[in-house]
């Protein structure tokens, strides 16, 4: 059975008032951004079985965003393991997510998301904000491990 894993890192945060890094929101600009994300993927990925997110406002901000193209949304999992997650905390959550699944969404951060995109394709893709990686693979989800599957794309949309 073909899986995918389609990556998406969090559009752009606000750095405007002091609050702490798991709590800050998306900027103007992150919305918009985050829109234009859930566009694409509601054109090129209208399966999705599963939903994980960081707990992050900005995640789950982007996360949010995105849904708003989809109906019925798909089912959510927000995934504390995700916020500051390296690599390996990503491959873990990855070969725990059930096998027949067969389209799953991360929603996190950098540098994990690269990090895992890479690991798992052996192709480095940097992912600035509400970037897009989308991975193939006939392998099982709880098989995740270097080059699990190819990178078949990869997208940053913007305004």
């Given at each position: ?25 998306l ?26 997110c ?29 916020y500051?997650?390296?690599?390996q ?8 997510l ?7 969404l ?7 998301l ?20 989308v991975?193939?693979s006939?392998s ?6 270097f080059r699990?599957?190819r990178l ?8």
């Amino acid at each position: 059975m073909r899986r995918r894993l389609i990556v998406l890192r969090h559009a752009k945060s606000d750095w405007s008032d002091e609050v702490a890094d798991h709590d800050r929101p998306l900027a103007r600009r992150g919305r918009r951004e985050a829109v234009l994300a859930g566009q694409w993927l509601h054109a090129h990925a209208d399966d999705l079985d599963l939903v994980v997110c960081s707990p992050a406002t900005r995640a789950r901000q982007t996360w949010k965003q995105v849904a708003r193209q989809y109906s019925p949304a798909p089912e959510l999992r927000v995934e504390e393991r995700l916020y500051a997650a390296t690599e390996q905390d990503l491959v873990v959550v990855l070969k725990e997510l059930p096998a027949p699944l067969r389209t799953v969404l991360l929603v996190g951060h950098n540098p994990g998301l690269e990090d895992v995109v890479a690991h798992l394709t052996g192709v480095w893709c940097p992912l600035k904000t509400s970037s897009i990686a989308v991975l193939s693979s006939r392998s099982a989800w709880a098989d995740a491990r270097f080059r699990w599957g190819r990178l078949d794309t990869s997208i940053t949309p913007r305004a």
